[in-house]
């Protein structure tokens, strides 16, 4: 039984590029949270989806970042034009309907350059 | 603007010791929970409490959950080098099953 399956787990990016960051929950989940952390940080929360709908957004930046969690494969977080403040560790994690606790992915290392 | 205060921030402690971890908010959360995470890896749920008043116990760790539900601890009993990381709490407001996430707290188990 898979757990919560991230790629890639580094990802280098030049200044403006675009950068893909992919999540595949556990089987049987059907929600789906992006984190953010910071070195030296604690997670700060971007989004919230179930599939085919954004939940709660409100940790999203409002240019440049986008999420889907699409009815088939896994959910995507999308940052346009990546800037070097963009550099992070990117943690999704999921879990079933209803359920308290997370099971998380082992994260997206994105680094601007 | 939910926060979670996490304290102490560092810790580093000699194997054997005791130590409590505090997380506090002026918000009063439906369920609270604790993390621990490693260098270069996802947190690991230890625990979910859900209940004001509750006590749980897992082997050498003790999580407590305050009465009114905006408080948790977290108490190590006899630490061990392998106890070394990062601890964070979360906790969810009523009706939502989003986690908002503490400061940290870094602990160093020496041998």
């Known amino acids: 039984n898979a757990g919560v399956m991230q790629n890639p787990r580094h990802l280098v990016r030049r200044r403006g590029q675009e950068a893909r960051l992919r999540c595949s929950p556990m089987?049987?989940?059907?929600?789906v949270y992006w984190y953010r952390q910071l070195p030296e940080e604690g997670l700060k929360f971007m989004v919230y989806l179930q599939k085919e709908n954004i939940i709660d957004e409100s940790g999203m930046p409002k240019e440049r970042f986008s999420a889907e969690f699409p009815k088939e494969g896994p959910s995507i977080l999308r940052i346009q034009q990546v800037v070097r403040g963009d550099s992070a560790a990117y943690f999704c994690?999921?879990?079933?309907?209803?359920?308290?606790?997370?099971?998380f992915g082992s994260g997206t290392r994105l680094t601007v350059v | 603007t939910q926060l979670l205060e996490q304290s102490p921030q560092f810790l580093s402690i000699q194997e054997g010791e005791n130590l409590t971890v505090y997380c506090n908010s002026s918000s009063v959360f439906s369920s609270l929970q604790w993390y621990r995470q490693e260098p270069g890896e996802g947190p690991v749920l230890l625990v979910t409490v859900v209940t004001g008043g509750e006590v749980k116990k897992l082997k050498r760790l003790t999580f407590q959950f305050g009465d009114a539900r905006k408080d948790s601890s977290l108490h190590i009993t006899a630490a061990q080098p392998g106890d070394t990381g990062l601890y964070l709490c979360?906790?969810?407001?009523?009706?939502?099953?989003?986690?908002?996430f503490g400061t940290g707290t870094r602990l160093k188990v020496l041998a």
């Open positions: 994690a999921s879990s079933p309907q209803g359920a308290n606790g997370y099971t």
């Open positions: 979360a906790g969810a407001s009523p009706g939502t099953y989003k986690y908002i």
């Open positions: 089987k049987g989940h059907s929600h």
